[in-house]
């Protein structure tokens, strides 16, 4: 059993994790990484990056439709090979799990496969491939992220009912698919089985889709989906789901790599659905994907040992934001394993990781601003925000207070007419040619590339004004941006009311 002493642990080397060892590293510092499983944890091998490649896959699938519908592009669809898209996909992801462990080892960081577990607070006990003992001199860093939540009575088979993870090494493409929840997850998964043909019913117990995105967006999102033949159920119960097997034809039709050992029959999984309005419905299919948000992982982690507790939802708050800091002094946290308002999101741990390490350096500490964080589905219809919704907006300016809205079509441009996907952009702002933009919120084609913009405008409170004296080029998706804050500006040209 070895032992060894650097100036800083991290546990865990997902985006949260790899990001602190790199930038700690970068300020000279000597850090070792433990990982219990793959650099790049959760973002690189079975979130982000694989069900981005999976959706841009999806893009093009709809792509054939639309030229041949739209533009008279004589084109057919044969077939989707999953085996040669998931090869795709996982040559991407292996690409960029070889450059993240070259960085580390770049920047000298010592990687150590093994569980770890606190034995104090700047003392770990490892486990596993390379057991050993790592002592701290300036902190540790948890990193040790989330995994799906699964519900009670409805335990992942990884056959029938599925999770994420499951999803990406199934066999093969399902005819028929439920999803469980309408958050990040569900919509990605649902619109991307429905590009490769799959009946698909979205249940969210919520009354609407992306509950925490603003109205319209929830609005336009499920317009879109159902316009694409998804069904979608919200305020809806899933009550029961029973597996059996039932009709002919197994998974390997659909460009499965194997199919089921020669069974006739295909297995199903029969979901009972009570509907907002109280009526139930059966729905039975190949796949029931569950998508009702993850949970911290702190597993034996033995966060008793630095003193410290998870609250009820599983995650571990810092004591102090600025510093991400826990009540155990050195003892640092980011990622998933935050509560609110950390996000969830990859690009919010790459920062919370920049900020851990600047501070274990010893550098005046940079906290996260998480009101500016930008939120992307990627979708088909995509969404994207910024900032603060409307219902928020109105919440923080009070009874008498006053909030500037605008809502633009994208179709309103000629560039939203050629993509003629529909979408809107709308921006919510403090009343007044100066008053700060506070949120912004697009749904439509690339929205995932137009947000950067306004999550500068939100980010450096600027005015509808501001943005509204740059120009923006001709004809592009962003003249919609453009218009909608000339228009609140009190100048809209082609939106003047
Ligand atoms: C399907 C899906 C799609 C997603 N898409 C996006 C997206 O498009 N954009 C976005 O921003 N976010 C997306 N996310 C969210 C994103 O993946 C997470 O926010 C991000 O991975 C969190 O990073 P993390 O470092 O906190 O945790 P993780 O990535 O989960 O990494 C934690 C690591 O810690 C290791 N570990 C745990 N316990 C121990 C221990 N005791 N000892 C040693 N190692 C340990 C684990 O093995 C793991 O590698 C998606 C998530 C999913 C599931
Ligand atoms: N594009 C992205 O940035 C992206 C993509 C995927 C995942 N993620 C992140 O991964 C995390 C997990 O995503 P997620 O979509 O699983 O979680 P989520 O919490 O965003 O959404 C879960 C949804 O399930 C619903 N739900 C909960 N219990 C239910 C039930 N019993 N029946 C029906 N609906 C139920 C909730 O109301 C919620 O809308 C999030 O932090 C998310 O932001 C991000």
Not at 151 to 172: H, I, N
Not at 404 to 420: C, R, Y
Request: include cysteine; glycine fraction near 14%; charged fraction near 20%.
């Amino acid at each position: 059993m070895s032992e060894n002493t650097s100036d800083v642990i991290v546990i865990g080397g997902g985006t949260g994790g790899y990001s602190t060892a790199l930038r700690a590293a970068h300020l000279g510092l000597g850090v070792t990484l433990v990982e219990r499983d793959v650099i790049g944890g959760t973002c690189l091998h079975r979130g982000c990056i694989p069900s981005k490649a999976m959706l841009h896959a999806a893009e093009l699938v709809d792509g054939v439709a639309e030229a041949r519908e739209r533009w008279g592009v004589k084109a057919t669809l044969d077939g989707v090979d999953w085996a040669a898209l998931t090869a795709t996909r996982d040559g991407i992801v292996a690409r960029n799990h070889r450059g993240v462990e070259e960085q580390l080892a770049r920047a000298g960081v010592r990687v150590v496969h093994g569980s770890a577990e606190l034995t104090g607070p700047r003392s770990v006990r490892v486990s596993g491939a390379e057991p050993g003992v790592l002592r701290a001199r300036r902190g540790l860093v948890l990193a040790t992220g989330s995994r799906p939540r699964t519900l009670p009575g409805l335990e992942p088979d990884g056959r029938t009912v599925v999770t994420s993870d499951d999803a990406l090494f199934a066999p093969g493409l399902p005819h028929s698919v439920l999803v469980l929840g309408g958050g990040a997850i569900g919509v990605e998964y649902a619109s991307f089985h429905r590009s490769m043909g799959a009946e698909v019913t979205l249940v969210e117990a919520a009354e609407r889709l992306l509950p925490l995105e603003d109205e319209d967006v929830s609005r336009h999102l499920t317009r879109a989906l159902k316009k694409r033949g998804i069904t979608v159920l919200t305020g809806a119960r899933l009550l029961d789901a029973q597996t059996g097997e039932s009709g002919k034809g197994s998974e390997s039709d659909r460009g499965g790599r194997g199919g089921r050992g020669g069974r006739g029959g295909r297995e199903t999984v029969t979901a009972t659905v009570r509907s907002a309005r109280g009526g139930e419905a059966t729905y039975t299919v190949e796949r029931l994907l569950v998508a009702v948000g993850r949970v911290p992982v702190t597993d034996g982690l033995g966060l008793a040992a630095a003193g410290l507790a998870t609250d009820a939802r599983g995650h571990l708050a810092p004591a102090d934001w600025s510093r991400l800091e826990t009540a155990a002094g050195g003892v640092h946290v980011v990622g998933d394993l935050l509560p609110p308002p950390s996000l969830g999101l990859a690009h919010a741990s790459f920062a919370e990781g920049l900020s851990a390490a600047e501070t274990l350096a010893g550098r005046a500490s940079r906290p996260v601003d998480y009101t500016a964080v930008p939120r992307v589905t990627y979708s088909g219809p995509q969404t994207a925000s910024v900032g603060l919704t409307e219902a928020e907006a109105r919440a923080a300016a009070g009874p008498g207070g006053e909030v500037s809205v605008n809502l633009m079509p994208l179709t309103a441009t000629a560039k939203g007419m050629v993509h003629g996907r529909g979408g809107m952009v709308k921006a919510v702002a403090e009343p007044g040619e100066q008053g700060r933009v506070l949120g912004v919120h697009m749904v439509g084609p690339h929205v995932s590339e137009l947000i950067s913009e306004s999550q500068l405008t939100v980010a450096w409170d600027a005015s509808p004004g501001d943005v509204a004296r740059h120009i923006h080029a001709h004809p592009t998706l962003s003249e919609a941006v453009g218009e909608l804050h000339l228009t609140l500006a009190g100048r809209g040209l082609h939106q003047h009311t």
